[in-house]
């Protein structure tokens, strides 16, 4: 597609917008994929073009938590292939399945994380975290694996279900959290690129036109997060979640 002034000012507005709430909490898919479709790029194609630009949003902010040591390095060590492994394969499944039967459970999903979050205000306020037993890698690494194959197969939320999944399991605040979640969120999203890549499902210049704004956006968005806390991450995470449960709802409904 041709890149006009007009296209690349609506490219960078929407890519920095969506990696400054995805550096945190993830959900920046809920900016970013809709804005590729509203140019008309048809669904495999944005998909595609949507995961190029992720990725150098969710390595920009990765490596923001990384040198602020906000993230557990052992854990990601563990983690981070499980992530990879699970994309990829969801990635290369979503080329032939379709995705009505997983909005339905993603939007049920979502909803209880939204109300238990809600419900529990002190939620993600302090570590609770203890070290690495085998109750939390015996349920966090298959869970990892699957919200990896999720973001491959779908992705709308990925960022969300991996802070969720770090504060619950883990026991972590919302900022190491957050700082987990973009590194597992990193791994998804270059495995599930590697697969769209290869199958000839990406706008190199549009993504990296997107991208190249996301990644002030994640910079930003990273460096907010660490220096203001939970209370920044916390709110943002609800509102993160009440849109993206509105968004998808609306679509099953009316699309």
Do not use: C, H, W
């Not at 073009?49 to 150098?56: D, E, F, S």
């Not at 605040?173 to 590194?183: E, Q, S, T, Y």
């Not at 590697?194 to 190249?212: D, Q, R, S, Y």
Request: charged share 10%; proline share 3%.
């Amino acid at each position: 597609m041709d890149l006009d002034v007009t296209t690349i000012l609506f490219l960078a507005f929407f890519g920095f917008v969506a990696a400054f709430i995805d550096s945190t909490v993830g959900g920046g898919g809920l900016i970013s994929l809709p804005a590729l479709l509203g140019l008309g790029i048809p669904p495999y194609l944005a998909l595609g073009t949507n995961k190029l630009a992720g990725t150098i949003s969710s390595a920009t902010s990765s490596v923001t938590f990384i040198r602020m040591g906000k993230y557990d390095k052992k854990l990601m060590a563990l983690l981070f292939p499980v992530s990879l492994v699970g994309a990829y394969l969801g990635a290369k499944t979503v080329l032939f399945v379709p995705q009505e039967v997983l909005k339905v459970l993603v939007i049920v999903m979502m909803a209880a994380i939204f109300v238990y979050t809600l419900i529990n205000k002190r939620f993600g306020e302090t570590s609770s975290f203890k070290g690495l037993t085998r109750f939390s890698l015996g349920l966090g690494i298959p869970l990892t694996f699957l919200i990896g194959f999720y973001d491959g197969f779908f992705g709308p939320g990925t960022g969300s279900f991996f802070v969720f999944l770090m504060v619950l399991l883990f026991g972590y605040d919302f900022v190491i959290a957050a700082g987990n979640g973009r590194i597992l969120n990193l791994a998804s999203n270059i495995a599930a690129l590697f697969v769209f890549i290869v199958e000839g499902k990406v706008i190199f210049l549009t993504g990296l036109t997107m991208g190249i704004a996301m990644l002030l956006g994640a910079s930003l968005g990273a460096r907010l997060a660490i220096k203001t806390g939970v209370r920044y991450v916390r709110p943002l995470f609800l509102l993160v979640s009440i849109s993206l449960i509105t968004k998808m709802i609306y679509e099953l409904i009316f699309t």
